[in-house]
């Protein structure tokens, strides 16, 4: 589509329906459509042809003033209209500059930031930044987890809906889902602030939020996340957490029976690989059963 005869024509009102139905489908519609909403509050001038001449030649006898200024009205609706495509095309580079990196279900994703830092995302995972302003501040915002291996220089944030996580460089992993959030520190030193509280950690050290939304220190020995390394580790988590990660790195549907106690508690792994094999390790321990509907869907239901 050619934007600048395309747009004159819009601004016209001279393009046919699935030009129009095109265009809202499109990219620049979505990013500009608050600029398109303004720009529709503009007056346009509306002619009756046989009218206007008939008026035209009576003014051109006597009212030459009133003309001119009619001139002036209609051609600061043209200079109007040239702004607004102005604005359309230009806008777009200046205001829309946010970076967004996903990992869909069943996959993770490494991503290099701005100034050299790397982002691993776990399954059903997403981060996004500003990449015009991110080498100067470093804050970048989380849904979901990640590793993140930080480039050694100016205070680097990691902003999520249940906490920061702030750093200068190091190695971390960070868990932010519903309304917990768990940070592991590998390396350097991370500063972890929620509503309640700010802790700082080091080494081998990390927290996890509790139903008060304090934060519970805990000690780990793994040098890398283990879901890096092809399987998911818990520790007292609850059945309905479990199944909520298994999802995520299957990309599968898991329902219960109504006697299945979501709130069990659940200390062990599974397996990214073998959908059979983590099956059987995460529920015969537990005696709960579980049959396909389909080959993404299954049910849980007691033995």
Known sequence: MDKDNFLGRWLADDISDKEKKEFENSDDYLAYKDILRNVEKFDRPVFDVEKGLKSQKEYNKTFKEATKSKVIKLKFWLYTAAAAVVILFGLRTVLFTTTEVSAEMAETKTWTLPENSIVTLNADSSIE????????N????LKGEAFFDVEKGSSFTVK??????????TEFNV????ENIEVHCFEGKVQVTNTKET??????KAIKSNAEGTLDPKEIKESKPSWMQGKSTFNQVT????????????????TTNPNVDLNRLFSGFFVHNDLDK??????????????????????????
């Open 199 to 204: 802790v700082i950690l080091t080494p081998g």
């Open 129 to 136: 930044y500003d990449k015009k302003s991110f080498a100067e």
């Open 175 to 178: 868990y932010a889902r519903n």
């Open 278 to 303: 983590a099956l059987q390790t995460c529920f015969d321990p537990m005696d709960i059963s579980y049959i396909f509907k389909n080959p993404k869907n299954l049910e849980l239901k007691n033995k």
């Open 160 to 169: 999520t809906k249940n906490g920061d996580i702030t750093v200068l460089g």
């Open 239 to 254: 059945l309905k957490h479990l199944i909520g990660e298994l999802e995520r790195q299957y990309d599968i549907k898991i």
């Open 138 to 141: 470093r804050i970048i915002y």
